[in-house]
């Protein structure tokens, strides 16, 4: 819980950063550049921009939810009684996963979805549709993908999301 | 007692890496009847219970429960026996409803079907007045007869308690053996029963079968045991079992 509240603060953080960043560069230019939308994601606030800051701490998360939610259950004596139901020990795993990927799913896309809001305030530039979707959606998704609480799945994604990510951008 | 056996094994074994946790277990439980397992711990209480119940796979032998194979078909089996393990948890930011309403999800009950059944099983546990409370602040006796009231949630034909008066104080304990005398003779339920304590054992068991080291050495109604294998009165048998097995 707080960690959710630290990174949805951070990022907003980053996000206000670097907007007041564009909106200085910008007005010093005649037209708009392509893409300037997708800066708010991409560029460098004071240390480190959004991009690089999900990349970091999404897996951590992914890892906090993931890492326990059978242990937990075994630990306090849980797991034997729900196994004893007439369910199938696939479903309580799938649950599981579901249940971490959902949650993951849902700080990422009110993270964007407020990150959109606040640039479209700060910067004043109305990102175009192939913005939205190769850039937010793309970035949304692939975060998701990536942070999703699986002890298996995250190495997978960690060089691809690493390496796809910066060059879609 | 002539009625049919509900719950057979055969030659069941179980193997943790090298060590033997069941030897050889045969066993009978009637229809209706209260079975006790009684043995020292670590005897293989909790693993045969286990393996009626599909949760563990025999290493050898046959078990048959309802006339069904536990490790075979678990999930049918899981749906027709309420189980109550020996240190259960519950999901303390819930409330009792919530707890016993998930119970009846996980049962596929409709919601009609399940708040009439919470409001018996509450009422038959005692615990009708504390529904709305969450279960983290449950003290360890309520905790237990919320346990009970988990399993009757499903109507089971056969309950298998897993030392059910665990850190009970003895008028809890007194309480839980009536319930269990109860369940038996109104519900017509099967209990099986596990405990080191062979005075509860004693006093609601019609059949004991003892346990010592993954063998069951005697098995059959208390005053037989004791004129059988001694050839002395139930007192003084349970003195002598008690003395045997350490307890």
């Not at chain 2, 304590?197 to 050495?217: A, N, T």
């Amino acid at each position: 819980m707080i960690l959710f509240a630290l990174i949805t603060m951070v990022s907003l953080i980053i996000a206000y950063m670097v907007g007041l960043g564009i909106r200085e560069e910008l007005a010093g230019l005649p037209g708009v550049p392509r893409y300037v939308f997708l800066m708010l994601f991409t560029s460098r606030g004071a240390v480190f921009s959004l991009v690089q800051f999900v990349a970091f701490f999404g897996p951590l998360i992914g890892l906090i939810l993931g890492f326990d939610m059978i242990n937990r259950e075994r630990n306090e004596g849980t797991l034997s009684k729900l196994l004893s139901q007439p369910i199938y020990r696939d479903s309580v795993i799938n649950g599981k996963f579901l249940a971490g990927v959902i949650t993951i799913s849902i700080m990422m896309i009110s993270i964007v979805l407020l990150i959109t809001g606040l640039g479209l305030r700060m910067v004043g530039v109305v990102p175009g549709s192939d913005e939205l979707w190769y850039g937010e959606l793309v970035f949304m998704s692939l975060s998701v993908l990536f942070t999703s609480p699986s002890g298996l799945a995250w190495p997978f994604f960690f060089p691809f999301c690493f390496g796809v990510l910066p060059l879609q951008l | 007692m002539e009625k049919q056996a509900i719950i057979e094994t055969e030659g069941l074994t179980k193997i943790y890496s090298q060590q033997v946790a069941v030897d050889h277990l045969s066993l009978s439980v009637m229809e209706g009847e209260v079975f006790g397992f009684l043995g020292p711990n670590g005897a293989g209480k909790t693993t045969t219970l286990l393996m009626l119940l599909g949760l563990t796979e025999p290493t050898s032998g046959k078990a048959r429960v309802l006339s069904v194979d536990p490790t075979r078909e678990p999930i049918k089996v899981k749906g027709m026996i309420g189980y109550m393990p020996e240190n259960m948890g519950f999901y303390g930011d819930l409330n009792a409803r919530q707890t016993l309403s998930f119970v009846a999800e996980l049962n596929g009950l409709s919601r009609k079907v399940a708040d009439e059944r919470i409001e018996i099983a509450m009422k038959t546990v005692g615990l009708e007045n504390e529904t709305e409370k969450k279960v983290g602040a449950y003290s360890r006796g309520m905790r237990q007869r919320l346990g009970i009231a988990e399993l009757l949630i499903k109507e089971p034909k056969v309950a298998f308690l897993d030392e059910p008066t665990l850190g009970l104080d003895p008028d809890a304990t007194n309480w839980m053996m009536e319930l269990i005398e109860k369940l038996s003779r109104e519900n017509k339920m099967t209990v099986v029963l596990s405990s080191h304590l062979l005075h509860l054992v004693q006093r609601v068991c019609h059949r004991i079968g003892i346990m010592i080291k993954g063998k069951m050495v005697a098995q059959g109604p208390m005053e037989q045991l004791a004129r059988e294998k001694l050839g002395v009165g139930t007192e003084k048998f349970t003195g002598i079992i008690s003395a045997v097995i350490g307890l």
